[in-house]
């Protein structure tokens, strides 16, 4: 496999990695967010923290979007500093999914992470080393 070939499949690897973030990023915010919103209304939590909880969870939902976007860039703007971003944006997504797991139990949600965080580490570790970018 010659070394343009090796690049395009981690390319193709961690596009689809950044695709199920964003398509899980979007239906936490979309398809999450009314349900919280709506048990947080409901509850007997003091408005603080009921907002402080919706912050939560839009901002985490939104820091995944930035992840996904940041990896992308790395991931087609080739630069000596794209397999490092790309693998940290990856283990930092991928090391939220055992906390996920322990705290909610296995769900669709930190299965898709769990799926696009390992496509992205596996391609980013594909890339060429820094050295010879």
Not at 21 to 47: E, F, Q, R, T, W
Not at 48 to 60: D, E, G, K, P, S
Not at 91 to 100: E, G, M, S, T, Y
């Amino acid at each position: 496999m010659g070394m343009s070939n090796r690049q395009r499949i981690a390319q193709i690897l961690v596009a689809l990695g950044c695709v199920i973030v964003l398509v899980g990023s979007g239906l936490h915010l979309g398809g999450g967010y009314p349900i919280i919103s709506a048990a947080l209304a409901k509850s007997n939590l003091d408005d603080a923290i009921r907002n402080a909880l919706r912050a939560v969870f839009l901002m985490i939902g939104m820091t995944w979007i930035v992840v996904a976007l940041v990896t992308l860039i790395a991931t087609f703007a080739i630069t000596r500093t794209s397999k490092p971003v790309t693998l940290l944006c990856g283990f930092a997504l991928l090391l939220q999914v055992p906390i996920w797991a322990d705290l909610m139990g296995w769900f669709v949600g930190n299965e898709m992470f769990l799926l696009g965080a390992g496509l992205i580490v596996s391609g980013g570790l594909l890339f060429r080393s820094w050295r010879s970018a």
